[in-house]
């Protein structure tokens, strides 16, 4: 892996991304080659049959796991919070972050259920990002050194990386990403995240409009300095993460709205750079369908979730566990004894 102490500019991220391996061909064909063997009509599985083979291509073998899960939050505070833009003030992001400690959270009770390691990475919580409609909301050292901070989270062994983000204020940096990124009105991108009412949402995209406006002379055809300017830590970390996982060749389920997001900031750089990953969910913020779609990704579920907190991502591991466990566990019709299909 890349050294990430040595990282300290955005064009040392940028050479970086443009060196991330691709997929293992080899082991995909070996995969595949499986499949036809096992003892089923070929496809009869489904997405399950896709997602052992995508597992196989990023992990390098035939046979795909997916027992070591490690989950990863990252939580950071916005200063665009402070004009009111959530049903919930700041303080609410360190109080869930110690619930995460303690296990009260709903993503420690779906980590105990599929096995995952669970550890929540604190990024300046005391010292908010600054107000992006009003200036740039981190710094370029800000920047580069909470991805720096993201890499670092992703340790080898791990079979699959579910990500996910806690941050009062953070669906108004998304949907101010999904704007810059797509174009269109802020209305297009807004939700009412943590359940804001009507004057909080026109305010949530007045503001993104605003900033919009104030930032697109730093951005344009530029999307870390996108990131960097209406983005926040915790999504900046995000993509570190997704960076360090291509580097490790670890596949990475996706949260919902504001992690997703966050990634796509690759995607817009190279479409192939979001290949190791999936999106666990379909988050109710109405611009994550846009935004999947932008990215060419189709959500494992749809349960009208729209908590954040991994807690999508983390539920969508079961399922990469189901496909990895018939991929691997079926017998293939010589072992059965079963006459496979007629010629």
């Known amino acids: 892996m890349a050294d990430v102490a040595s990282i300290s500019t955005i064009d040392e991220i940028r050479v970086l991304v443009k060196e991330l391996p691709g997929p293992d061909r080899e082991a995909a064909k070996a995969a595949e080659e499986r499949q036809s063997q096992l003892t089923k009509p070929l496809g009869a599985l489904g997405r399950l049959e896709e997602l052992a083979i995508w597992m196989a291509s990023w992990q390098g073998k035939a046979k795909p796991e997916a027992e070591?899960?490690?989950?990863?939050?990252?939580?950071?505070?916005?200063?665009?919070?402070?004009?009111?833009?959530?049903?919930?003030?700041?303080?609410?992001?360190?109080?869930?972050?110690?619930?995460?400690?303690?296990?009260?959270?709903?993503?420690?009770?779906?980590?105990?259920?599929?096995?995952?390691?669970?550890?929540?990475?604190?990024?300046?919580?005391?010292?908010?990002?600054?107000?992006?409609?009003?200036?740039?909301?981190?710094?370029?050292?800000?920047?580069?050194?909470?991805?720096?901070?993201?890499?670092?989270?992703?340790?080898?062994?791990?079979?699959?990386?579910?990500?996910?983000?806690?941050?009062?204020?953070?669906?108004?940096?998304?949907?101010?990403?999904?704007?810059?990124?797509?174009?269109?009105?802020?209305?297009?991108?807004?939700?009412?995240?943590?359940?804001?009412?009507?004057?909080?949402?026109?305010?949530?995209?007045?503001?993104?409009?605003?900033?919009?406006?104030?930032?697109?002379?730093?951005?344009?055809?530029?999307?870390?300095?996108?990131?960097?300017?209406?983005?926040?830590?915790?999504?900046?970390?995000?993509?570190?993460?997704?960076?360090?996982?291509?580097?490790?060749?670890?596949?990475?389920?996706?949260d919902g709205y504001t992690c997703t997001a966050a990634a796509a900031v690759l995607h817009a750089i190279d479409d192939r750079l979001l290949d190791h990953c999936v999106v666990g969910h379909q988050s109710v913020e109405p611009g994550h369908v846009a935004l999947m779609e932008n990215i060419g990704k189709e959500p494992l579920v749809n349960f009208n979730m729209r908590l954040g907190e991994g807690s999508g991502a983390v539920l969508a591991i079961q399922i990469l566990k189901a496909a990895c466990a018939c991929h691997n566990g079926m017998a293939t019709f010589a072992e059965a004894g079963v006459s496979g299909p007629a010629d």
């Open 68 to 254: 070591r899960a490690f989950t990863a939050i990252f939580a950071g505070n916005h200063g665009i919070a402070a004009k009111g833009v959530s049903a919930y003030p700041t303080e609410v992001t360190k109080q869930m972050v110690a619930n995460f400690i303690h296990g009260g959270a709903a993503v420690n009770q779906l980590c105990s259920l599929v096995d995952s390691d669970l550890r929540v990475y604190e990024l300046a919580l005391d010292e908010p990002t600054a107000d992006f409609s009003e200036a740039p909301a981190m710094s370029e050292e800000d920047f580069v050194r909470a991805i720096a901070y993201g890499m670092m989270a992703v340790e080898e062994g791990i079979e699959v990386l579910a990500l996910g983000e806690m941050g009062i204020g953070n669906t108004t940096s998304a949907a101010a990403i999904c704007t810059a990124l797509y174009g269109g009105d802020a209305a297009d991108w807004v939700g009412r995240g943590t359940g804001v009412d009507d004057d909080t949402l026109a305010l949530k995209t007045k503001l993104i409009n605003q900033a919009i406006e104030l930032h697109k002379p730093k951005f344009e055809n530029d999307p870390f300095q996108i990131l960097r300017c209406v983005g926040g830590f915790e999504l900046a970390a995000i993509v570190g993460a997704v960076i360090a996982a291509r580097l490790a060749r670890t596949p990475v389920v996706l």
